[in-house]
């Protein structure tokens, strides 16, 4: 069993940054990728980012094109996503997950998604 587990997230003013981790740990740890998704109150989980775990491919939400930046060290079984320029919509919980088979079709949808983390809150006042 995987388990992944975020840190990070915390109550900031419209244009500040954050850096959000997230470790994997448990069973041997080979996903194909591994990314964010967010949940506001009221709203469904979206996708926010993903990164192919081999090759380092990276995609994003339109809505945070330019202002998110995932990353990952294999070495330590982690991804980041250093977030810039937040904005109040981007307050949501924020998901780490990851999927050993996931196909590029699959990308932004949760349910396709095996593993995931409990979420760390991103507030951002106005």
């Known amino acids: 069993q995987v388990q992944l587990e975020e840190s990070g997230g915390g109550l900031v003013q419209s244009g500040d940054s954050l850096r959000l981790s997230c470790a994997a740990s448990?069973?041997?740890?080979?996903?194909?990728?591994m990314g964010w998704f967010r949940q506001a109150p009221g709203k469904e989980r979206e996708f926010v980012a993903v990164?192919?775990?081999?090759?380092?491919?990276?995609y994003y939400a339109d809505s945070v094109k330019g202002r998110f930046t995932i990353s990952k060290d294999s070495a330590r079984n982690a991804v980041f996503l250093q977030m810039d320029t937040l904005k109040p919509e981007d307050t949501a919980t924020y998901y780490c997950?990851?999927?050993?088979?996931?196909?590029?079709?699959?990308?932004?949808?949760?349910?396709?998604?095996?593993?995931w983390g409990q979420g760390t809150q991103v507030t951002v006042s106005s």
């Open positions: 448990g069973q041997t740890f080979r996903p194909r990728y």
């Open positions: 990164i192919r775990w081999s090759g380092g491919h990276t």
């Open positions: 997950a990851a999927d050993p088979t996931l196909i590029m079709s699959e990308l932004r949808n949760p349910r396709d998604y095996d593993y």
